[in-house]
């Protein structure tokens, strides 16, 4: 399912421009939102899943226009939405607050509600837990309780926002695998501060500053935005004073920095290959330095 987002803007009350002429094609599998606080990229995933109106512009999700009621419609027909705070019911299990969601999701037929969460549960690995109440629920185990609730109607469209704050980093690879696997033929849009997530589970990504579009496309194009600006000083001295300091690792008595910069930092700097947090400080130090 493709996203088509043309010239968006959303203006909130008391003039903040949360997204300011956003043009951007999402294709079907997983793709990456990246950006700092403040970005918009919230904005955006509520504007995608019809929670919020946008000030101008368009959006075509699967051929439906989300500024229209009918459109609005089909695409949330269409969609999952996995929030960052997603408000579960503490004394409910697992199985019943799925029951309740997927009531509110129109799903009427007791049998077919049973079987699709029984499915479900299996998906996100919490069979064995799903009778026991979520208050007693992992961060990780409630974030797959939010990923099966997202689920229940068979969404072409995926939406997630910052799935993985907070989880310990075996329940970070885990969930973020379980959403590569969901996406074959959806579209899994994530949104995340954690570049290693995008790093391990998308080819694509776009990044945000300040409600713009500041890049789209593939990884490795967003990783050579820092291909020779990478270095490692090794010093006893002061940090180095030129570019970004990205690491500082002790060697014995001196630190080995690791540093983003466009020309050497220190003598002896040695260039090194970049990683895509190295592209994203790359871009965004050259969007800094934009008047
Ligand atoms: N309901 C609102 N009313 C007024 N301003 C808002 C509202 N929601 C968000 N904003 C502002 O809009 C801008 C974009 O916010 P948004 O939450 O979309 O960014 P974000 O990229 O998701 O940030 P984060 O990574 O911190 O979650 C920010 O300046 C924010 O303060």
Redesign the pocket.
């Known amino acids: 399912m493709n996203i088509d987002i043309s010239q968006l803007t959303?203006t909130?009350?008391?003039g903040?421009?949360?997204?300011d002429g956003l043009t951007l094609h999402i294709p079907t599998g997983m793709y990456g939102l990246l950006?700092?606080?403040?970005?918009?990229?919230?904005?955006?995933?509520?504007i995608l899943t019809g929670l919020l109106k946008p000030t101008s512009g368009t959006v075509r999700i699967g051929g439906h226009d989300i500024t229209t009621p009918d459109g609005r419609l089909a695409v949330q027909r269409a969609l999952g939405y996995l929030p960052?705070d997603l408000g579960v019911y503490p004394e409910l299990t697992a199985r019943q607050f799925l029951d309740y969601v997927a009531l509110l999701k129109g799903l009427d037929s007791r049998q077919e509600r049973r079987r699709r969460i029984a499915e479900l549960l299996e998906v996100v690995s919490l069979t064995d837990a799903a009778d026991r109440k979520v208050k007693g629920f992992s961060g990780g185990m409630l974030r797959r309780v939010g990923i099966a609730q997202a689920l229940l109607a068979d969404p072409r469209l995926l939406v997630v926002?910052?799935p993985t704050t907070g989880l310990d980093p075996e329940e970070r690879i885990r969930f973020r695998t379980l959403l590569s696997q969901l996406a074959g033929d959806r579209t899994v849009l994530l949104?995340t501060?954690i570049l290693d997530d995008v790093a391990q589970t998308c080819r694509r990504l776009a990044v945000?500053a300040k409600?713009r579009l500041v890049f789209h496309g593939d990884i490795g194009h967003l990783v050579s935005y820092a291909d020779r600006r990478v270095w490692t000083v090794t010093t006893t001295g002061p940090a180095p004073a030129v570019g970004k300091v990205v690491s500082a690792l002790p060697e014995g008595p001196a630190m080995r920095y690791r540093v983003v910069s466009a020309t050497p930092p220190a003598a002896g700097a040695q260039p090194v290959a970049p990683t895509l947090e190295d592209g994203y400080l790359a871009l965004m130090e050259a969007g800094a330095s934009r008047p």
Not at 16 to 19: D, G, I, K, M, S
């Open positions: 959303k909130y009350k008391g903040v421009h949360a997204l950006g700092s606080n403040g970005a918009g990229k919230t904005t955006l995933m509520r960052q926002d910052e949104s501060h945000m409600g």
